[in-house]
Nanobody, 124 residues
Framework: QVQLVESGGGLVQAGGSLRLSCAAS?????????MGWFRRAPGKDRELLVS????????YYENSVKGRFTISRDYAKNTLDLQMNSLRPDDTAVYYC????????????????WGQGTQVTVSS
């Protein structure tokens, strides 16, 4: 099992940046888990934005965030980060960190463990 806690959300103007962080803890090693970031915008389904394999060698980015968002993981700190640049009002959502022992295959991935979510609001 792994416990996930997100931080770093907030209010930002369009064009600005935010960095989300997810701290992982638990019985299994951080390096065993593939991880990702999802978001749920008001009135919409939850969607996978980015994922990173347990080794860090493979990443996936949903088209709308390619070139703007960057996922990274720190094995020494057991953290997963999401750097978000050039934010737009339609990025407004609750962002969730997720982990799974299943290796991501493109957009076909879901988490088995979830954080509580952190709100990101982008004003125009």
């Amino acid at each position: 099992q792994v416990q996930l806690v997100e931080s770093g959300g907030g209010l930002v103007q369009a064009g600005g940046s935010l960095r989300l962080s997810c701290a992982a803890s638990g019985r299994n090693t951080f390096a065993a888990y593939s991880m990702g970031w999802f978001r749920r915008a008001p009135g919409k389904d939850r969607e996978l934005l980015v994922s990173i394999s347990y080794s860090g060698e493979t990443t996936y980015y949903e088209n709308s965030v390619k070139g703007r968002f960057t996922i990274s993981r720190d094995y020494a700190k057991n953290t997963l980060d999401l750097q978000m640049n050039s934010l737009r009002p339609d990025d407004t959502a609750v962002y969730y960190c997720a982990a799974s022992l299943t290796v991501p295959e493109g957009s076909n991935w879901n988490g088995d463990y979830w954080g509580q979510g952190t709100q990101v609001t982008v004003s125009s």
